[in-house]
């Protein structure tokens, strides 16, 4: 498989992408579910999959990303490459999780 040289912005993407994914996905659905208390909740579980996906697709690419990391010599030498993917894949895995657990309730608890 031929790895592109990435600048050093994407180098940032699989370490800090997954966490703030997260984050915004959990405020999403925090602002779903309060308008649908509010307006009505016959669209929420739709809405919070549908962000839900598009979460993990984005954590996804991040992981993605972390593999395809290609060392330069200088980044050979400090091991920033084998940090930036192994790292990137686990917090792909654990965020990707975190998002997972979000979803349940939704899915498992009817609506009041």
Request: glycine share 8%; aromatic share 8%; charged share 15%.
């Given at each position: 498989?031929?790895?592109?040289?990435?600048?050093?912005?994407?180098t940032?993407?699989?370490?800090?992408?997954?966490?703030?994914?997260?984050?915004?996905?959990?405020?999403?659905?925090?602002?779903?579910?309060?308008?649908?208390?509010?307006?009505?909740?016959?669209?929420?579980?739709?809405?919070?999959?549908?962000?839900?996906?598009v979460?993990?697709?984005?954590?996804?690419?991040?992981?993605?990303?972390?593999?395809?990391?290609?060392?330069?010599?200088?980044?050979?030498?400090?091991?920033?490459?084998?940090?930036?993917?192994?790292?990137?894949?686990?917090?792909?895995?654990?965020?990707?999780i975190?998002?997972?657990?979000?979803?349940?309730?939704?899915?498992?608890?009817?609506?009041?």
């Amino acid at each position: 498989m031929h790895r592109v040289k990435r600048s050093n912005g994407w180098t940032i993407v699989p370490i800090l992408g997954p966490p703030v994914i997260w984050s915004v996905h959990l405020l999403a659905c925090y602002l779903l579910v309060t308008a649908t208390t509010v307006l009505g909740e016959a669209w929420l579980r739709v809405e919070v999959i549908i962000v839900t996906l598009v979460a993990l697709a984005g954590i996804g690419l991040c992981a993605a990303v972390a593999l395809d990391q290609q060392e330069s010599p200088e980044e050979e030498r400090a091991g920033l490459s084998d940090f930036v993917r192994s790292f990137g894949v686990a917090a792909s895995l654990l965020f990707g999780i975190a998002v997972l657990f979000t979803l349940m309730p939704v899915l498992v608890l009817r609506a009041l």
